[in-house]
């Protein structure tokens, strides 16, 4: 099969962790562990998100006394995207030995019109306490909401309408590559409607929207979405709470899932399985191999396949 994996931030760094070097690097092993079962049988497609990743980096930015303004967002997400994606490669590498790795900076097109840039909603950076949030939303102009645990910075998340280099991961697919792309959903850029000119814009795509579109245009057969729980929990964090297991597109949309978390994933697989009547799950990391093979996480499959 070909199989898009969509790899969770939060699977990078976990919750309370360290932002270090060091402590990611621990973290993308257990991904090159998780993964290197799944690339020995099958085509692989990596995306991976970069919340805690692009918040630390703009969070530097912000402070940083050399710069007379910060870094936008969209260049920060470039930043990201190097960074991980060279962890990933090289871990990769090592635990997959002879297999090409070839990460790739991708751009995704947004409208610049979307109504998403005056509702931020998308989390980025660490967790704070209400009062610590608060102030630093003052000194610089963020927008805040409430997460699990505490409270952090939202930005502006747009649709992902194309991801300008699907033709290149195509090519790099069939020579036997594993690839590693749409890192944190993309560098956001939005084209002159005349002359096509590409601009950067402040926002971070949602990477498990871009994972789904970029498995359409793949035509992959599986949009696997890898995050820090088991499977999809309907009440999530609340005494009600109960596991969902398996799914029709209309079933997930009727749970009560967080926007800021949980609900992007669930509409990214049901929009792949509706789109292209594939199979879609969400679950934990380490059990990547069992979800692909049924054993574990949510499945989302088509309609007339459910029951």
Same mark, same amino acid.
């Given at each position: 099969?070909?199989?898009?994996?969509?790899?969770?931030?939060?699977?990078?760094?976990?919750?309370?962790? *360290?932002?270090?070097?060091?402590?990611?690097?621990?973290?993308? /092993?257990?991904?090159?562990?998780?993964?290197?079962?799944?690339?020995?049988?099958?085509?692989?497609?990596?995306?991976?998100?970069?919340?805690?990743?692009?918040?630390?980096?703009?969070?530097?930015?912000?402070?940083?006394?050399?710069?007379?303004?910060?870094?936008?967002?969209?260049?920060?997400?470039?930043? #990201?995207?190097?960074?991980?994606?060279?962890?990933?490669?090289?871990?990769?590498?090592?635990?997959?030995?002879?297999?090409?790795?070839?990460?790739?900076?991708?751009? #995704?097109?947004?409208?610049?019109?979307?109504?998403?840039?005056?509702?931020?909603?998308?989390?980025?950076?660490?967790?704070?306490? *209400?009062?610590?949030?608060?102030?630093?939303?003052?000194?610089?102009?963020?927008?805040?909401?409430?997460? #699990?645990?505490?409270?952090?910075?939202?930005?502006?998340?747009?649709?992902?309408?194309?991801?300008?280099?699907?033709?290149?991961?195509?090519?790099?697919?069939?020579?036997?590559?594993?690839?590693?792309?749409?890192?944190?959903?993309?560098?956001?850029?939005?084209?002159?409607?005349?002359?096509?000119?590409?601009?950067?814009?402040?926002?971070?795509? /949602?990477?498990?929207?871009?994972?789904?579109?970029?498995?359409? /245009?793949?035509?992959?057969?599986?949009?696997?979405?890898?995050? /820090?729980?088991?499977?999809?929990?309907?009440?999530?964090?609340?005494?009600?709470?109960?596991?969902?297991?398996?799914?029709?597109?209309?079933?997930?949309?009727?749970?009560?899932?967080?926007?800021?978390?949980?609900?992007?994933?669930?509409?990214?697989?049901? *929009?792949?399985?509706?789109?292209?009547?594939?199979?879609?799950?969400?679950?934990?990391?380490?059990?990547?191999?069992?979800?692909?093979?049924?054993?574990?996480?949510?499945?989302?499959?088509?309609?007339?396949?459910?029951?």
């Amino acid at each position: 099969m070909r199989i898009v994996v969509a790899l969770g931030g939060n699977a990078l760094l976990h919750r309370g962790e *360290r932002p270090d070097a060091a402590v990611q690097q621990a973290n993308i /092993d257990r991904v090159a562990t998780a993964l290197a079962a799944l690339a020995h049988e099958h085509e692989v497609v990596l995306t991976h998100g970069n919340g805690p990743q692009i918040g630390l980096l703009a969070m530097e930015s912000a402070s940083d006394p050399a710069l007379s303004a910060p870094y936008p967002l969209h260049l920060l997400g470039a930043q #990201t995207q190097g960074m991980i994606g060279s962890l990933l490669a090289c871990t990769l590498h090592d635990a997959l030995p002879g297999r090409r790795i070839a990460t790739l900076v991708t751009h #995704t097109l947004v409208r610049a019109d979307d109504p998403a840039f005056a509702r931020p909603t998308k989390f980025v950076g660490q967790i704070y306490s *209400r009062e610590a949030a608060r102030s630093l939303a003052r000194k610089r102009g963020w927008h805040i909401a409430r997460d #699990t645990g505490g409270w952090r910075r939202v930005v502006p998340s747009p649709v992902p309408e194309r991801i300008l280099e699907t033709d290149t991961v195509h090519e790099l697919l069939n020579g036997g590559a594993l690839v590693i792309c749409a890192g944190g959903g993309g560098v956001p850029v939005t084209a002159d409607k005349v002359t096509g000119a590409l601009t950067g814009v402040e926002a971070v795509v /949602d990477k498990d929207l871009t994972a789904a579109l970029l498995a359409e /245009d793949l035509k992959a057969d599986f949009l696997l979405v890898l995050t /820090d729980v088991p499977c999809v929990y309907e009440d999530y964090g609340t005494p009600a709470q109960q596991p969902v297991l398996d799914a029709t597109p209309a079933e997930l949309r009727r749970r009560s899932l967080p926007e800021g978390s949980m609900g992007p994933k669930a509409e990214a697989c049901a *929009r792949f399985v509706e789109r292209t009547g594939g199979l879609a799950a969400i679950g934990a990391l380490d059990a990547a191999y069992e979800i692909v093979h049924g054993r574990s996480g949510t499945l989302v499959r088509p309609e007339m396949a459910a029951g």
